[in-house]
């Protein structure tokens, strides 16, 4: 047993073979069809681009850490992986490839392209999915899953034709976002909007027919070569005369109707606006309503069309500069202000979005969004925190159609065909051979749908869906969904919706919001900062447990947490501490056999497994509320405050007595198996580990942690009495401590004590124990109702006593008062010179800002080692 434990904790010694002998026995795999109850939950897929950053370390923690809870309180537990195929992401690394081989996606062909890029997904897409693996998450790997395998793109395909077939999907000619990075059409949640500095223009048009004019502001200039009206305010008296009239674009001279629209904004720069319909979302409104002509002058490249005449070929922010010195130079140009400006930004590639009008696929959502409402409403589906549930619903109530189609080839290719012969465009779930109206050949859509939109079956399409699969019976609707607040509308909506129109019901019951990871500084985390965690440098550094708790500990749902490298060495300090219990407690259980049931005598074992029993009720509580950050916490607090630091203490006086040495034994196997149980979904690997060593546990695979039932309610007695026992032992240790502290006692020099007590009987059988872990001999215990003060004593009161630590030939009052004098001496003339310092402005002005911050932080902590030296002299003084 201990002779083949390690002396020292070293992750690296084990966690690999725990994993490999978690997935050698099956103890991942899920079993459709069982008898027990059933959980499951579906991984959300990380794109097979990527490597694993600590955001993905938190979200597969904290499934974890409900999987194996779920797993050991007996459920028939589904943990289903996969990876997303990630269309613009994958096709930008393909494309940096290719053009690093001097060719390109076009000079390559669409089949050869997808050839290399199944190639790349073969050579790489493993690599998150091996990284998550050394975080110890317990996936059924045997059901892993990728978004454009055989059954997914099956399950794609029906999604589109059934949603076309009810008139659910459309293809028309609508205001879009193009993103000229990734050269693609992106959804509006796709944008991100940041606040800029930037300028308002003011320009002068002139009326036609007159020499008079109308101002118009602007913040895109350049948009101006597509306008096609002025619209005012139909409530602005400054405009009502020139309602009906017309004004002439500069530089292009086109004529322009002024109009007067509800939706503009009286008070924005002039009053007037120029209508560009082809280029702005609120701007193409207005032109179907007013029917404007639509002028497109930026192209999907960001660069200026043929209809911006002579600026052709110039990239729009060119094109800004030249026109504005051709208005200024024109004599349009009135004025320029500063402005704060949002701007539309692509999530991926940070370019600036252009709004285009551009033939595209869409979603009609409304039809879909209102049962998607309901089942949030009416508490089918909960989101945890509860906040987030108005923050779905807003986006829900005015959710817009949704943009499905991308000019991109790595993707489920659109499933619609067009005859150039006779014009039908033609969805169906095989290729047609040929037009059935004409017998025309026919031709397939070039574009691919966006990756949000097989992300969206993922709950169901993962299990065999639209097939009727045994694994769609068992295991759906799933039961939690664990995500983040960034991703609610990209695919938790989208998830509801879908699984709502597809499967009849909602596809989870409750989705539970984590928050981001950010630094010690509360910034998130980028490249551009350099502030980035690498999880696996933290793994190999400090261990995988001692990682999943630092995610873990201190944080509630829905919250951002802070993460540095002083936590994650906390962690495993804790993890350490753990180790170290373990090896005392088996060091101790040698040739011992557990019993069949324990019920100490002894107030020590009675109060710990009273504490124990409390913890579990609180941490099922945690759980059931999916907060494992509370749950961490209440069972960190138990193993190293109560069992580790005092239990462990005090049952090195019971193992050394011959009656209560059995049942000391009996409560430390039972307080570290249970420790180890509680630990076990936080923290796997080492407490599968310790586990091993532990006696009295079944053969085999069956006897593994990972399966051991997870310890409930009801196992252990609440014991007042005993609990009140220990607090008072805990309480005169403390005391006792801390006063020794005060006038340097040595630790574990021997020195007396007293008690004075009220009730003198109940501690009597906690001297040996306060003896031992408070140094203190000889200790005793008077009756405190007539009792004379101790002279030349410290004193320290506790619940019913006063507690007195004499000094008399412990230390030289006299001289130990003198050298504390001296050392408040020369403390206060520090501080003074300090206080100097930092009065001077010369000093705060000229030094660098570390030296005074250092300087600031001397006086502080000067000043607090002051006032604590002067309350020890005190105490020393009234000891006399």
Known sequence: MLDEMPRAYEPKAFEEKWYRYWMD????????????????????????????????????????????????????????????????????????????????????????????????????????????????????????????????SKAVTEVFVRLYEKGLIYKGNYMVNFCPG?????????????????????????????????????????????????????????????????????????????????????????????????????????????????????????????????????????????????????GYLVKTEPYKLSVGRCHRCDSNVEPLISEQWFVKMKPLAEPALRVVRDGTVKFVPERFTKVYENWMENVRDWCISRQLWWGHRIPAWYCDGCGKTLVAREEPTSCPECGGGLRQDEDVLDTWFSSALWPFSTLGWPENTADLDYFFPTDVLVTGYDIIFFWVARMIFSSLEFMGREPFHHVVIHGMVRDALGRKMSKSLGNGIDPLEVVEKYGADALRMSLTAGTAMGNDMRLYDEKVAGARNFVNKLWNAARYCLANLEGWSPPDRVAPKGFAGRWILSRLERTIQEVKDAMERFEPGEAIGLITDFVWNEFCDWYIEISKEDLARDGLREETQSVLWTVLRDSLALLHPFTPFVTEEL????????????????????????????????????????????????????????????????ISADE????????????????????????????????????????????????????????????LDKAIGDLARDIERTRSRLSQEDFLSRAPQEIVEAQRKRFLENSAKLETLKARVEMLRRAR
Not at 708 to 737: F, M, N, S
């Open 25 to 152: 026995n099956g103890l991942f795999n899920a079993k459709a069809g069982s008898k027990k109850p059933r959980f499951s939950l579906v991984m959300p897929p990380p794109n097979i681009t990527g490597s694993l950053h600590i955001g993905h370390a938190l979200d597969q923690t904290l499934q974890d850490i409900i999987i194996r809870h779920m797993r050991m309180s007996g459920m028939e537990t589904l943990w289903l992986p996969g990876t997303d195929h990630a269309s613009i992401a994958t096709h930008a690394k393909i494309e940096e490839m290719l053009e690093s081989e001097g060719t390109s996606r076009w000079e390559l062909g669409r089949e050869e392209f997808l050839r290399r890029a199944w190639e790349w997904k073969d050579r790489y897409g493993h690599i998150i999915t091996d990284q998550v693996k050394a975080l110890g998450a317990s996936c059924d790997w045997s059901r892993e899953r990728f978004t454009m395998d055989e059954g997914c």
């Open 182 to 330: 990734c050269h693609t059409v992106i959804s509006d949640i796709e944008v991100e909007h940041e606040e800029m500095d930037s300028s308002l223009w003011y320009i002068r048009y002139p009326l036609e027919d007159s020499d008079g004019y109308i101002e118009v502001a602007t913040t895109r200039p350049e948009t101006m070569l597509g306008d096609t009206g002025i619209a005012v305010s139909p409530d602005d008296k400054r405009y009502a005369h020139l309602i009906g009239k017309n004004a002439v674009l500069p530089l292009v001279e086109r004529r322009l109707p002024i109009f007067a629209d509800k939706h503009v904004d009286p008070a924005f720069g002039t009053g007037a606006v120029k209508v560009t319909p082809a280029h702005d979302p609120d701007d193409f409104e207005m032109g179907r309503a007013h029917d404007l002509e639509f002028v497109s002058v930026i192209d999907t490249r960001g660069k200026m069309t043929e209809k911006a005449g002579k600026y052709h070929g110039m990239d729009r922010y060119e094109c800004r500069k030249a026109l504005l010195k051709d208005l200024e130079d024109g």
């Open 691 to 754: 586990w091993s060593y532990l006696p009295g546990r079944k053969p085999g695979k069956d006897g593994s942690l990972i399966v051991h039932p997870y310890p409930e309610p009801g196992r252990y007695p609440v014991d007042l009495e005993a609990e009140h026992k220990a607090d008072l032992l805990i309480e005169a240790t403390k005391a006792i401590r801390n006063m020794r502290a005060e006038v340097n006692i040595p630790t574990g020099k021997r020195a007396p004590a007293i």
């Open 760 to 819: 003198p009987g109940i501690w009597e059988a906690m001297l040996p124990y306060i003896q031992r872990l408070a140094w203190t001999e000889p200790l005793t215990v008077v009756d405190g109702k007539g009792s004379k003060e101790v002279r030349q004593a410290l004193v320290s009161v506790a619940k019913g006593a006063a507690i007195y630590l004499p000094l008399q030939g412990v230390i030289d009052i006299d001289r130990e008062t003198a050298r």
